[in-house]
């Protein structure tokens, strides 16, 4: 529609250039007007076709909710307050929303949904009593094999936290979902695919064994994935992957869900503008400023 009327403007613009060299033509007048109502349409149609190409949604990634002072911690007070302003601006949605958005069944406008990465117990105490208060869609993404004991020093700045248990599971459950994020949190891609299906097929089925209830989602730890790792998350039932940082458009791949990272770097004003394509564009100009 848009190239159309592209053509159909230049066309115009020609006649009008020839009607102008001939000033006496009472016409110069009527072709103008005609110009100037098939260029409005022009800009209307294109608008509407960039909105639709451009509607986008937020994934948020969260991991502990707390007063630790791991990078990727967020205080119990910025969340609530990043909770509050999402719920007055924006439409809390579930991961199953967001799929029906891709997957182009419905639309969304200025929508978030809420991840957590790793299980730790301080989102039951901190996230989980707000998501039940206000009956918000949330998502748990559980390292099933990892007790606080065997976290990797090395990897979660030398803090150990307390991981949820069987119990707290088991109660968010009917409130909130959940989903498998392996057992160890490997490099997937640099581990065989024979332990990679163990992996995740091991967390999966541990998880649903604690809720009694199917998996649907899983999240990649550290965001690494290849083409064979995917492969595997759909034979093994998912529906969708989560990975980050980005934001998510329709038509996106389910399986490479990009999600906005909040940490403990994150003030107020950086997570407002983190739910737009400033988010995208801050990202792009780290890689290409890491590249160069
Ligand atoms: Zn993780």
Known sequence: MATWTL???????????????????????????????????CIKSMQESSRARTQKVCILLYHSIGFNKRYSTVKPSEFYRQMDYLRKNYEIVSLDKIIKFINGK????????????DGYYDNYVYAFPYFKKYRLPATIFITTGISEKFQNKKLFEGIILKKLGNNEIKKMSIYIDFGAH???????????????????????YKIEKIINKKIKYFA?????????????????????????????????????????????????????????????????????????
């Open 7 to 41: 053509i159909d403007m230049s066309i115009t613009l020609k006649r009008i250039l020839d009607v102008a060299k001939i000033l006496s033509s009472g016409s110069i007048f009527r072709e103008l007007c005609e110009f100037k109502s098939k260029l409005n349409s």
């Open 182 to 204: 392996t057992k160890t949190h490997p490099f997937l891609d640099k581990i065989s695919l024979k332990e990679a299906q163990k992996e995740i097929y091991d967390s999966k």
């Open 106 to 117: 419905i639309d969304l406008d200025k929508a978030v949904a809420i991840t957590f990465d």
């Open 220 to 292: 990649y730890p550290f965001f690494k994935y290849n083409n064979k790792i995917i492969n595997l998350i759909k034979t093994l039932g998912f529906k969708a992957a989560l990975n980050g940082p980005g934001l998510v458009r329709k038509g996106d791949n389910p399986f490479i869900l990009k999600r906005v990272v909040i940490t403990s770097s994150t003030n107020f004003f950086l997570f407002k503008i983190n739910l737009t394509e400033y988010y995208e564009w801050k990202i792009n100009l780290k890689k290409f400023l890491l590249r160069s």
